[in-house]
């Protein structure tokens, strides 16, 4: 029986929609138009958030929170989080940070969950925009904690450990693991439930300082001055007590030498209807010259 | 010292292809460095584990063989990766990106404090000039991955800090026996040396591992669909025209991730290299996150109803139509025209 009560911290990072690069996203030499692409909740970060989700049902009284290193805009996903269940959200943003690697992002990271100490640390398996799997395992490394990669479903829960099943290429594997630890998901655990109209209310005002100090004080004082949950936490490297030195691009022993732009070699191809008479053609054709056969 | 280090994974107590691919790669760079190829191989009942390796190119066999260490547990194979790495101190470390891989190294990186890049589409040694300080570095590893959803190609380097790793998935590199094999040296790890409890915390309770029935790598014909093809449904019938011409199911991202295929079957940067006689995309609108995986192929026959889908650019034949309709006609008229 689950009787203590979980702190659980979910990773989630905004990231371009690179999965949805149509043609408008594309610029007439081939290569990606950034500016046209939305910034979405990294996809498996929402499976992870699901996870904890699930957690805190399982044990009364646990809290989550949703922890996001990266611009101030990045805070929409921080509200998209509490509309879905999350209790709070931490804004980890400095320039400082910028051109961080994986390995300086896990840094800063467990910086700052060194300071909250949580439970449970649940995070997507990856995000698309690098596709790396990196930033989960690394955390876990510098917190000098067990990881529990891929995961699909908690399986059981007590009060000293947590049983969890994970997905492998070819099967599964169930694990058990003592606190704290972190579980990366992937994308074949649950979806995340949807946004909670009641909560979409309460928590719709909910921002960071730096949003509070760029919109008029009345505001303040009237939406969410008072109200300690409408409270977006924004933490700076000094909050967190962090080395510039192994932070952005200083901190960073992965060097980007070069970018290229893939662009599509169009090919002579030959256009066919799906008439049968076309079809009939192409398959004699693929036999005759033996391609199939 | 200042060797190259491919970890090397086991799958069903022998080596994994992405192991033996990564050797060979590995090879070819120690011959460019002038430098060993060393495996690394941490496991249970691991005698005569070595013989392939040789073959593969390696010169030396690190060995740690205990019955804890198999099946893969991150911590003590962590330990005893890391251990390795700072008393031989490689300039190149390669691992598999598997699901071994990619929980493993990440690890092995944030303890050494070096980079890694994951998922690498070609590894070259170069040399680099730093701009701003002006340092010269000389053979570098070129780590040489898509990012951005495929959209680029980047090349990236770690200047200052050993080893410089990198993941590669399979099928990525070509596996070829050594022209000379390696020395083929084993050296035993003390597993007492490098792991202790804390390490064992994390306990396997249950596993089902299934044995690999699916081999779209070695396929001559691959029937690809994408997530036009709508539904788990309709890929029975790519299923059916991939037996009738003898081949296999491939599938792209977008129909992986809506749960139409299974991950095994999916091809693209972030699935299999495929490089079959016959590429038929159905449904596949060809972002380049799944045409790096395919464009290789000797034939590409796509079907869209999109006559501008991108992946028409890359193909011999474009059909335009409906995905189950044209498939079905090309069983119905394979069928009267092979016999």
């Known amino acids: ?293 | 010292m200042n060797n190259i280090i491919v970890y090397c994974e086991l799958e069903n107590g022998i080596v994994a292809d992405v192991s033996l691919e990564l050797l060979t790669k590995g090879r070819e760079l120690a011959n460019t460095l002038g430098c060993k190829l060393e495996a690394l191989v941490i496991g249970s009942n691991l005698s005569g584990i070595e013989k392939d390796l040789a073959l593969h190119g390696a010169d030396t066999i690190w060995v740690a063989d205990n019955k804890e260490l198999a099946p893969f547990r991150t911590l003590p194979h962590t330990s005893i990766t890391c251990g390795l790495f700072e008393q031989e101190k490689p300039q190149i470390a390669l691992f598999g990106a598997t699901s071994i891989g990619r929980d493993l190294a990440p690890r092995v990186s944030s303890a050494l404090h070096s980079g890694l890049t994951a998922d690498c589409t070609s590894l070259v040694i170069g040399n680099h000039k730093d701009n701003k300080s002006g340092t010269e570095y000389t053979n570098l590893l070129y780590q040489i991955r898509p990012a951005f959803g495929g959209n680029i190609i980047a090349t990236i380097i770690n200047p200052d800090h050993r080893p410089q790793m990198a993941t590669v998935r399979e099928g990525v590199m070509k596996r070829e026996l050594a022209a000379t094999p390696g020395l083929g040296e084993v050296k035993v790890l003390d597993y007492s040396k490098f792991v202790n409890d804390t390490d064992l915390v994390v306990k396997i309770i249950e596993r089902q591992i299934e044995d690999r029935k699916i081999n779209i790598k070695g396929s001559p014909v691959i029937v690809a669909g994408g997530y036009g093809v709508g539904s788990k449904e309709n890929f029975k019938l790519l299923a059916e025209l991939a037996e009738v011409l003898g081949g296999e199911v491939g599938a792209s991202r977008a129909a992986v991730d809506a749960g139409f295929s299974d991950h095994a079957r999916q091809i693209g940067q972030t699935g299999t290299t495929v490089r079959p006689k016959l590429y038929i995309a159905c449904g596949i609108s060809g972002q380049i996150q799944h045409t790096a995986g395919m464009d290789e192929s000797s034939m590409i026959i796509s079907i869209n109803t999109d006559p501008d889908a991108p992946i028409n650019k890359l193909a011999d034949y474009a059909i335009t139509g409906d995905v189950m309709s044209v498939v079905s006609k090309m069983i119905k008229y394979y069928k009267q025209n092979s016999k």
């Open chain 1, 1 to 293: 029986m689950m009787e203590k009560s979980l702190k659980i911290v979910v990773l989630a990072k905004q990231v371009p929609d690179t999965r949805n690069v149509g043609k408008d996203a594309m610029k007439a030499d081939g290569t990606v138009n950034r500016a046209a692409l939305p910034a979405i909740f990294n996809p498996e970060d929402l499976n992870a958030l699901e996870l904890a989700l699930v957690l805190k049902d399982m044990a009364a009284g646990s809290e989550v929170t949703v922890l996001t290193m990266g611009p101030p805009r990045a805070a929409d996903i921080l509200r998209d989080s509490m509309y879905r269940g999350a209790d709070s959200g931490i804004l980890l943003t400095d320039r400082k940070f910028a051109g961080s690697d994986t390995l300086a992002t896990s840094y800063a990271l467990s910086r700052a969950l060194a300071k909250i100490n949580p439970d449970v640390i649940v995070a997507g398996r990856q995000a698309i925009d690098g596709d790396t799997a990196q930033v989960g395992p690394q955390v876990a490394e510098k917190l000098n904690i067990p990881q529990v990669t891929y995961a699909e479903e908690i399986i059981n829960l007590t009060d000293s450990s947590i049983t969890i099943k994970r997905r492998l290429e070819h099967g599964f594997e169930v694990v058990e693991s003592p606190f704290p630890l972190v579980v990366t998901v992937n994308a074949s655990a649950p979806n995340c439930r949807s946004q909670h109209a009641k909560r979409v209310m309460k928590y719709k005002h909910a921002k960071t300082p730096s949003e509070l100090q760029a919109l008029n004080s009345d505001y303040i004082t009237t939406a969410s001055g008072n109200k300690d949950y409408l409270k977006i936490q924004e933490w700076s490297v000094a909050d967190v007590d962090a080395n510039d030195v192994e932070l952005g691009l200083v901190g960073s022993p992965t060097k980007v030498k070069t970018i290229e732009n893939v662009v599509f070699q169009a090919k002579d191809s030959k256009k066919l209807s799906s008439s049968d008479a076309d079809i009939n053609e192409l398959m004699v054709e693929l036999i005759s010259s033996h391609t199939l056969g």
